[in-house]
C-alpha cells in the first residue's frame, strides 16, 4: 500500500532543474493485528458481560475495510472513532497515522506516528523510518535525518533509509554526503532504479563539489539515469533527468525524445513540459516553447517561480529586451519574497545590459545585491563570467562592482 511519488524535489541551479524522489517501503498488511479482543468487565450486579468492546470491534472492522479498500479518508474516521473507546490501542494510533500520511495530513501522522512509539518503544522502532520519511516530505529535513538514522541503529542493511538520506542531506546542500549515501544504498540493493536516479541528479558544477562527484558529472549523471532505466524502464522521472543531461551535453535530438517519453509517461508533469521548453529555446523553436511554458505557467503552481525566469528568458533569446526587462521588474516588484527579487533584479539587469543600457542594468545590480543575490558564492561564480554583461566590461562603475561582489570568494 505504498503511496507512489509523494514529493518530486528538485535543485535549481544554472539554469535547470534536476529532481529527485524519496523511497519508502510498503506499509505492511498486518491484518491480524486490526481485531482487538473484547475483554471482560464485572458489573455492578455481579454478572458478567462484555464492556463497550463489542462496538469497538465493530468500528475496527470497518476501518479495516474502508483501508483495504484503500478509502484512507473514511479509514481514518473510524480508526479516530474506534481510539475515543479504545484510546490506549497504539496499534490503532500506527493505522490511523498510516491513514493520515496517504491523505497528506502529515503533521497529524507523525503526532499519531510518535505517540505509537512512545507506547511501545520495543516494539515500534520500525516507525523510525516511516516518520524520518514523512518529516522528508514536510520539509524538515534534520528532524528527518535525526529519525532516519535511528532507524539505522536497528536496520543497518536498509537500502530505502540510505536513499531517504541522501535525499534529506542533497536538500541541505550536503551533496558529499548525499553521494555517500546513495552509493551506500547501491551497494546494499542495485535493483532500486530510484536510487540510481537520485544519484545521477547530485550534479554541480561548483569546484567545491567536483571532489565528490566524478569528474566529467554530466556524462556520469547520463550514466546512471540510463542505469535506472535498464532496471526500470518506466521510471517517468529517469526519462526526464535523462532529457536533462543530454540537452546539457548538447544532444538537442536524443534530449527531445527523451522528454517526450517522459511526458507520454506522464503528462502531468510540469517539470518534462519546462525542460522540454528550455529545449526549445535552445533550438530556436520559440513557438513550441512559449506553449510548453504557459502550460507551466497555468498548471505547476509549485515551481511557478522558475516557471517565470524562463518566461523571461524566452524574450531574451528572442532579443525583446524591453519586453523582457517589463517582465522581469514586474516580478521583482509583485514578489513579497526577497530571495525572488533578488534573481529577477538580477535578470532585469541581464536584460538591460544586452539592450546596452548600462546606468540602469548597474542599478538592477545594485538592486539585486541589497536583495542577497551575491550571498551564495556560486552565484557569484556565475555572475564573473555571465556573457551578458560583455557589454559592460568598460564601464568604470560596473569594474567597481564587479571587484567589490568578487571580494566574497576571497
Known sequence: MSKSRLIKAFLLFAGYLVSCQFSYSQVPSRQGDYYYIPYRKQSKGGVQQYGGNMRATATMNNAVAEMNRENYKEAEQYFTKYLSIMSGDYRALIYRGICRYMNNDLHFAIRDLKRAVNMNRNENKDLYKLIGTIYCAEGKYEKA??????????????????????KCYQELDDLANAYKCYNKAIQLDSTMALVYNNRGSVVNFSLEYMQHVHPDDITSALKDFEKALAVDSTLEIAWRNKGVAQMLLKRYNEALASLNYAIQL????????????ILYSKTGKFDLAEKDIFRCMYNDHINIQATLVERGNILLYQEQYSEALAFFSFYAHKSFQRSFKAVMSMKSAEACALDNNQKKAIYYLKRAK????????IRVKTFLVNPYFKNLNRNSHFLSFRSKVGKILL
Open 370 to 377: 541589497h536583495k542577497g543575490y551575491f550571498n551564495s558564492k
Open 266 to 277: 506522464d503528462s502531468t508533469d510540469y517539470l518534462a513540459y519546462f525542460q522540454r521548453s
Open 145 to 166: 535525518i535525526r529519525f532516519l538514522n535511528k532507524s539505522l541503529a536497528h536496520s543497518p542493511f536498509d537500502p530505502e533509509i540510505y536513499n531517504n538520506l541522501g
